[in-house]
């Protein structure tokens, strides 16, 4: 007995970038800094967050490629001349990625109190219906 995969379903025709795109995500291996929070502004609106005192706009960087929505953080370093007795607020460099669906676009990011959002809207696309002609004895117009 053979294992049918997403990709390869028989009334699932098409979607075998959808299997690619899961397997895509699987390998991003976001570690879990910066911590981040996904909320739904609307019916088709969301907001991404993530936590990143201590980050300068200048150090972040937002890009989307192919579809994947990656955000990067790069920190220089302030501690030349400081003597710490604990150091417990991450200063570290960190990329954390997100796989857009169709349609998904990004339309625009703010920073406040140490807060990124970047803010992301559904296109959502009309309803069409089409009538496919049948022709016959394979006929070919011309």
């Given at each position: 007995m053979t294992k049918l995969t997403l990709g390869s379903h028989p009334f699932l025709l098409g979607f075998d970038q959808l299997e690619r795109l899961v397997e895509r995500t699987a390998k991003s291996g976001n570690d879990g800094y910066p911590p981040y929070n996904i909320e739904a502004k609307g019916e088709n609106a969301f907001r991404i967050t993530l936590a990143?005192?201590?980050f300068a706009?200048?150090?972040?960087?937002?890009?989307?490629?192919?579809?994947?929505?990656?955000i990067r953080g790069?920190?220089?370093?302030?501690?030349?001349?400081?003597?710490?007795?604990?150091?417990?607020i991450a200063a570290?460099?960190?990329q954390r990625?997100?796989?857009l669906a169709d349609g998904v676009e990004v339309t625009g990011a703010t920073m406040e109190h140490g807060l990124l959002h970047v803010d992301l809207k559904r296109s959502v696309?009309?309803?069409?219906?089409q009538t496919i002609r049948i022709k016959v004895g394979g006929a070919e117009d011309a």
């Open positions: 990143v005192a201590g706009e200048d150090d972040l960087s937002i890009t989307l490629e192919d579809r994947q929505l990656v790069r920190q220089g370093d302030d501690s030349e001349g400081r003597v710490f007795l604990h150091r417990g570290r460099q960190f990625s997100f796989v696309p009309e309803n069409v219906v």
